[in-house]
């Protein structure tokens, strides 16, 4: 099993900027695939960014950008730079991770999943 844990949501105004993290555990060596999604109340889950092997990346037109992310291997964890961002990035914000090497934000093609962490941004 592999378990993922986010961390550095928060509260920022229109303009501001976040770094989210996400460690993940377990067994992880496999794991090549991360992925960044949110959720908005009311609202389907949203692919936000994905990382394959360290280097090859993507993110939705909505946050290209604003929005990076990133890897690194020694502390297994993935992150997502948030900059310049606006009251519509206002979600809850999962971390995902999958063993197939794809570069998709299909949240259907992901099989581990974190717990989230609130972004809230205000105008």
């Known amino acids: 099993e592999v378990q993922l844990v986010e961390s550095g949501g928060g509260s920022v105004q229109a303009g501001g900027s976040l770094r989210l993290s996400c460690v993940a555990s377990g067994f992880t060596s496999n794991i090549d695939n991360f992925a960044w999604f949110r959720q908005a109340p009311g609202k389907e889950r949203e692919g936000v960014a994905v990382i394959v092997d360290y280097l090859t990346t993507t993110v939705a037109d909505s946050v290209k950008g604003r929005f990076t992310i990133g890897r690194d291997s020694a502390k297994n964890a993935v992150y997502l730079q948030m900059n310049s961002l606006k009251p519509d990035d206002s979600a809850m914000y999962y971390c995902?991770?999958?063993?197939?090497?794809?570069?998709?934000?299909?949240?259907?093609?992901?099989?581990?999943w974190g717990q989230g962490t609130q972004v809230t941004v205000s105008s």
């Open positions: 995902a991770a999958d063993p197939s090497v794809t570069l998709t934000l299909q949240a259907t093609r992901y099989k581990y």
